[in-house]
């Protein structure tokens, strides 16, 4: 029986610096392995066939909905000199799509794994960083790149556009509690929001940029010293900017609120907002199994921790 290759992607957590990263300023990201994404992919002498949540037919018949998806096997196939055979590819995922844990990269990342791994291939960061990194500029106009360099690495990064991740490690006795509101966050509409902000009122989106970067460098300072009650404040004075953003919603504040009265050190949307996930930082377990439990009352679709203990591999 032929080779099955496999490839595996978690998703991530931006910690700091979302949108600002955008502009060349640095952010802070953390791999969130609750949740991971694999594609399995066999050699055939049919039809290139796809069986993810959006389709399940010929590659060729794909829907717009998956096109990144598409180019993205077919770059990869072509890079590797493979495409001569059919495929069967098939995509599982238990991690939630637009709710910025970083799904389109991870899935992207999945793909090529897999694609080189039923190839007997090994993969650079650099090929992998180049084909993944075209499908992102398909999923949403302006990438920073931060997505796919902390799911590729599967470990904390600090992150700034144009330069290689640098590895972090991240020991904090703190618990980071993560809650979905079930609606999709909007990649493109809330970076083309900001820009729009920017354009329209550039002195006072550059300062609260500089802010932003201010708060980043912050929260290197607060995980190296291990300093809980300063990153929870970091990050709620983050929220602030980002809500003069527009990229919250009326949601993400309810279950931010919600998260502090609970007895959150502080809370923050993580990655585009407009929907998708917030994150509430705890002093302990039993804090965050408080906030929780608010959280849940508050509506949330589903709530994860991530104990800063053990995010570094
Ligand atoms: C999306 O996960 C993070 C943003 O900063 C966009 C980007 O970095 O490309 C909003």
């Not at 010929?58 to 717009?64: G, T």
């Not at 994150?279 to 408080?290: F, G, M, N, V, Y």
Request: glycine share 8%.
């Amino acid at each position: 029986m032929d080779r099955v290759g496999k490839g595996v992607a978690s998703g991530k957590i931006i910690l700091m610096g979302e949108h600002a990263v955008v502009y060349g300023k640095p952010a802070i990201a953390l791999p969130f392995t609750q949740a991971s994404i694999e594609t399995k992919v066999q050699k055939t002498n049919e039809k290139t066939l796809i069986e993810c949540i959006y389709f399940s037919g010929p590659l060729e018949e794909a829907p717009v909905v998956i096109s990144g998806i598409k180019n993205l096997i077919n770059n990869t196939l072509n890079f590797l000199n493979e495409e001569n055979f059919g495929l069967s590819i098939s995509i599982n995922s238990n991690l939630p799509a637009q709710r910025g844990l970083g799904s389109s990269a991870a899935v992207s990342v999945s793909i090529v794994r897999a694609l080189f791994d039923v190839f007997n291939r090994d993969i650079s960061d650099e090929s992998l960083m180049e084909l993944v990194g075209y499908a992102e500029r398909i999923h949403h106009i302006n990438p920073s790149g931060l997505d796919v360099n902390v799911i590729a690495a599967g470990q904390p990064v600090l992150f700034k556009r144009g330069t290689d991740p640098v590895p972090l490690k991240v020991a904090m006795d703190a618990v980071l509690v993560i809650a979905d509101t079930g609606s999709m966050g909007q990649t493109r509409e809330a970076v083309t929001n900001v820009s729009d902000l920017f354009q329209s009122n550039p002195d006072e989106i550059k300062s609260a940029l500089e802010k932003l970067e201010e708060l980043t460098l912050a929260t290197l300072v607060h995980l190296e010293n291990n300093d809980v009650e300063n990153l929870g404040a970091t990050m709620s004075m983050a929220q602030e900017i980002l809500t003069k953003f527009k990229v919250s919603n009326e949601v993400l504040d309810l279950f931010i609120i919600e998260s502090i009265k609970a007895g959150a050190l502080g809370a923050k949307i993580t990655g585009s907002g407009m929907g998708g996930c917030m994150i509430a930082l705890c002093s302990d377990k039993q804090s965050a199994d408080k906030v929780m439990s608010a959280l849940d009352k508050a509506g949330a679709k589903a709530v994860w921790t991530l104990d800063m203990k053990d995010v570094t591999l």
